[in-house]
Each structure stands twice: as C-alpha cells, then as structure tokens.
C-alpha cells in the first residue's frame, strides 16, 4: 500500500508547509523550510541552502524579513524560487511594490499579509543547509490581511487552506 523512498528528492508525497519570501535587503527567495522556535524571546528558524546567494547575504547582513503572501501570489513565490540573486533583480521581477524597510534596510512588501522583521542571533549547519536562528524583532500585520495564506506542498504545487475553524475548549 505505500511506496517507500531512501531520499526527500526520490519521493513524490505532499509535504504541506506555510511559504514566505525571505528578503535580505532587496533579494528575494522562496522559503518554506521555517517554523517558530521560540515565543518569548520570539525566535525563528529559517533553513537556507549553503549553496544560495541568499545564504551568502544572510551571513553578510545577518537581517532579513519573512513575508508572507496570500495564495493568489503562488506564480511568484515559485519564480522568486527558480531565480538566482546573484543574476537577477528579483524584486523587480517579482512585481511586487515595497515602500518601506526595515531599519536594516530589509523590503516590506506591500502585499504580505504579515511580515517579520528578524536578526540572526545564531546559526546552525546541518546537511545542506544552514539553519538561521532569529529574534523576530517586530511583526507587521496588513489590515486587509488574505482569508487565503499560501501553502507549499512541494514540487511547484501550492495550496490554500479552504476551511478555517476555531476549536471550542472544554468548560
């Protein structure tokens, strides 16, 4: 009844996960390898690739911000992650508008529904990829946020969630 795989590469499976983009000054990348840590001191983790222009930016800057798009944002959060810095004006290909910063200089951009602002406060290498360890250190919440938070199930396919609901508690 299941197919069994040796590597993450080799297998097919859905691997549902919330999508943002980083930006590091004004380069964007993908991310969905990132999750919170911490929730006093706000602490997150971001996993880059060793390989990436934005791991060397990271470790220069050691700033980004962590935006995150409504789903109607799917074909660009998947360009940002087929694109390379080093080679490419992403912001500007993106579309996207920022018309603020962080006070490191990081983009806010203006169709987040909420956004990080983080400081590398320690890193971890593992694999392939350097974990970033951050103090998230303000969140930037859109009043016009999306009912549709974009998800990434892995290999280009992107989702949104279709039901929300509140769990009632007990007595």
């Not at 280009?156 to 609901?165: E, H, I, L, N």
Request: with cysteine; proline share 4%.
């Amino acid at each position: 009844m299941f197919k069994t795989y040796n590597t993450l590469e080799g297998s097919d499976h859905s691997q549902p996960r919330v999508a943002a983009l980083l930006a590091c000054k004004n380069n964007l990348m993908s991310a969905s390898w990132h999750m919170p840590i911490s929730k006093s001191p706000f602490r997150y983790a971001v996993a880059v690739r060793e390989e990436n222009y934005t791991h060397r930016l990271l470790e220069e800057h050691g700033s980004f911000t962590l935006n995150f798009l409504p789903f109607e944002y799917y074909n660009v959060m998947d360009n940002m992650g087929r694109l390379h810095g080093n080679e490419h004006d992403k912001l500007e290909l993106s579309g996207l508008k920022s018309e603020s910063f962080d006070a490191e200089g990081n983009v806010f951009l203006n169709a987040s529904d909420f956004i990080y602002a983080c400081r590398v406060c320690d890193t971890y290498r593992n694999g392939d990829h350097t974990i970033f360890i951050v103090d998230v250190l303000s969140i930037h919440v859109n009043e016009t946020q999306s009912d549709e938070p974009m998800l990434f199930s892995g290999r280009g396919r992107y989702a949104s969630t279709t039901k929300a609901v509140t769990a009632k508690h007990p007595l």
